[in-house]
């Protein structure tokens, strides 16, 4: 390939010819009378800022089938399927309010309430911790890669903003 990195086309689906369905708990999908895949993972390209457009879908072998513009358009059972999957891979809790941040070794711990009630993780006191997809709102990334969302950091109340703002701001 002299040195060039070789990229394939996107390929887009056509929703209507799309059909999801479980089997004993696998998410399945048939394309049209044409192809069949009897494992598939979906995969939200903009899972903040898009949640229900541009869905990857991916064989069982991780590679690309291809991508779904706007779930909108696919037929309600496939719709319900779909999103089902889609919520179990992207539980991210949301943070209500941070109770406290303490920096130990160059990590920081972190004591928040979510919508999923109260979590405490550790963290990299670093950038590298947290992602900004937007100008209001983060990402804190923990030590095993799980994730937790701030919406918006100026809806925090003052506290919580106060101590986000010492460590990371």
Same mark, same amino acid.
């Given at each position: 390939?002299?040195?060039?990195?070789?990229?394939?086309?996107?390929?887009?689906?056509?929703?209507?010819?799309?059909?999801?369905?479980?089997?004993?708990?696998?998410?399945?999908?048939?394309?049209?009378?044409?192809?069949?895949?009897?494992?598939?993972?979906?995969?939200?390209?903009?899972?903040?800022?898009? /949640?229900?457009?541009?869905?990857?879908?991916?064989?069982?072998?991780?590679?690309?089938?291809?991508?779904?513009?706007?779930?909108?358009?696919?037929?309600?059972?496939?719709?319900?399927?779909?999103?089902?999957?889609?919520?179990?891979?992207?539980?991210? /809790?949301?943070?209500?309010?941070?109770?406290?941040?303490?920096?130990?070794?160059?990590?920081?711990?972190?004591?928040?309430?979510?919508?999923?009630?109260?979590?405490?993780?550790?963290?990299?006191?670093?950038?590298?911790?947290?992602?900004?997809?937007?100008?209001?709102?983060?990402?804190?990334?923990?030590?095993?890669?799980?994730?937790?969302?701030? /919406?918006?950091?100026?809806?925090?109340? /003052?506290?919580?903003?106060?101590?986000?703002?010492?460590?990371?701001?």
């Amino acid at each position: 390939m002299n040195g060039e990195q070789q990229v394939d086309e996107l390929v887009w689906l056509d929703p209507k010819d799309l059909k999801f369905f479980k089997h004993k708990g696998i998410l399945r999908l048939t394309v049209g009378e044409e192809r069949s895949y009897w494992k598939v993972q979906v995969y939200r390209c903009f899972p903040l800022t898009d /949640p229900d457009k541009y869905i990857s879908v991916r064989d069982a072998m991780n590679r690309e089938i291809g991508l779904i513009r706007n779930l909108s358009e696919l037929d309600q059972g496939s719709i319900k399927v779909v999103k089902e999957e889609l919520e179990r891979r992207y539980l991210v /809790p949301i943070v209500k309010r941070i109770i406290s941040i303490k920096e130990r070794t160059g990590m920081l711990l972190w004591e928040v309430e979510t919508d999923r009630g109260y979590r405490r993780f550790l963290n990299r006191a670093s950038q590298e911790s947290v992602e900004q997809p937007e100008p209001k709102r983060l990402v804190l990334v923990d030590l095993d890669g799980n994730r937790y969302y701030i /919406p918006d950091i100026t809806a925090l109340d /003052p506290i919580s903003f106060s101590l986000l703002k010492k460590w990371l701001m």
